[in-house]
């Protein structure tokens, strides 16, 4: 069974741009959850997306955003970039009610 | 709000010692608890979970873990770590009413380096 794969892997933007990045959870498993990992903070809540309605929003503003297709794809947005949304982004996906998350590798995003 | 406490940055031992890393969280309710393992250069993956019952769980590669509800806790143990058991530990907190399954609180790791 294939894993959660994301991408881009690496890719690097200056301020005031926007990103989307995309994510392809494990076959079968509907919800889709988006954490931002940097050394300072740790491993941060973004999203939740299941059947295609966001469930639960961590504590990030509004240039944070994302969406989940019908296939249980999904991809995030981070408009008008700035310095510290540069991070680690990951992706998760999970099937059970037990939050059992299954991750991909991540999106190194490097803001300029 | 929900936290979960890590209570070492950076643990360094040798091959053969015992492990135990310290996790706390603050939710009084009924939880989930995880401890994930990212291996350098590597994805994060689960080490082991408790969601009831016997609170002392046993994952992959030799490691536990004991919930102790009464103080909060649920310390990863190995009672003899081997150099590739070096990589950063994530202790993580599910609220399965009130939360939902996506939204685990992580604490902030535990970088454990393993001298050969």
């Known amino acids: 069974k294939a894993g959660v794969t994301q991408t881009p892997r690496y890719l690097i933007k200056t301020r005031g741009q926007q990103v989307t990045l995309s994510c392809s959870p494990i076959s079968g498993h509907r919800s889709v959850s988006w954490y931002q990992q940097t050394p300072g903070q740790g491993l941060q809540f973004l999203f939740e997306y299941f059947s295609e309605t966001q469930r639960n929003k961590g504590n990030f503003p509004g240039r944070f955003s994302g969406r989940q297709f019908s296939n249980s794809r999904s991809e995030m947005n981070v408009s008008t970039l700035e310095l510290g949304d540069s991070a680690l982004y990951l992706c998760a996906s999970s099937t059970s009610e037990n939050g059992e998350l299954f991750f991909g590798e991540g999106s190194r995003l490097t803001v300029l | 709000a929900q936290s979960v406490s890590q209570h070492n940055h950076h643990v360094i031992l040798s091959e053969a010692a015992s492990l135990e890393l310290g996790c706390n969280y603050s939710y009084g309710g009924t939880v989930n608890l995880f401890w994930y393992v990212q291996y350098p250069g590597q994805h994060l993956q689960l080490l082991l979970k408790?969601?009831?019952?016997?609170?002392l769980v046993k994952g992959i590669k030799g490691f536990e873990a004991e919930f102790i509800k009464s103080k909060f806790s649920f310390n990863l143990r190995k009672p003899s770590v081997q150099w590739s058991d070096t990589a950063e530990y994530f202790c993580a907190v599910n609220a399965p009413y009130g939360g939902s399954q996506g939204n685990l609180i992580f604490g902030k790791g535990t970088k454990l380096s393993v001298k050969p």
């Open positions: 408790y969601f009831s019952g016997d609170p």
